[in-house]
């Protein structure tokens, strides 16, 4: 069963056994940063979202257009019995790379380190795709190794800014300064927003 397959992540899900990086609530960096914006009104991708922590606390917060993406069942059951006021309409049950849309803004936490490495570059392609003219990127990626064969897979800040800087400009890019106490020192916050033109080499 591939790690990354809806079958495998299901079967995560219905074991009941908790996912190590599945923290219970809102990621800090993250839910600091949107209490910073003022617009409500943009469109906010969370590919990824497991039990959507996230997604349920922008939802809560007033933020209209908040969509929730998972391929996994279990998942996305989890996050509708959880949040039975959440448009259904913006629960997304799809495979991130078979998504087409656009969004102001796409959130990264833990997805990113779910895949499995060859499918980084594809993964940061997909993320162009779908952000809409000055979209921004924004998120959390560690930013060390597990020397693990299954997910969560690491990696280093040199091999982040090799993997986005053709496609995105960098706003923050650099160690997250308000990490929970088990991940301190090991995220990687980021802020990047969409070029209008990229390099092809």
Do not use: C
């Not at 992540?9 to 056994?17: I, P, Q």
């Not at 049950?93 to 570059?121: A, M």
């Amino acid at each position: 069963m591939k790690e990354n397959s809806p079958a495998y992540w299901d079967k995560s899900y219905r074991s009941g056994h908790k996912i190590g990086w599945d923290i219970g609530y809102p990621s800090t960096p993250i839910k600091e940063y949107m209490d910073q914006l003022d617009d409500k009104s943009i469109k906010i991708l969370l590919p990824g979202s497991g039990n959507g922590y996230e997604a349920e606390y922008l939802f809560k917060q007033g933020f209209q257009q908040v969509y929730y993406m998972d391929f996994a069942p279990t998942a996305v059951s989890n996050f509708k019995n959880r949040n039975p006021d959440f448009p259904e309409s913006q629960i997304i049950r799809e495979d991130f790379f078979e998504h087409y849309g656009t969004y102001n803004l796409i959130i990264e936490q833990t997805f990113f380190s779910s895949l499995p490495k060859d499918l980084r570059p594809q993964y940061v392609k997909k993320i162009y795709s779908l952000l809409e003219e000055n979209g921004k990127f924004m998120g959390l990626l560690f930013n060390h190794e597990f020397n693990s064969k299954l997910p969560p897979f690491g990696g280093s800040e040199n091999e982040y800014a090799s993997l986005f800087r053709s496609r995105f400009n960098f706003i923050h890019f650099k160690a997250a300064y308000n990490s929970i106490k088990p991940r301190a020192g090991r995220e990687l916050f980021l802020l990047l927003i969409k070029k209008i033109s990229y390099e092809t080499s």
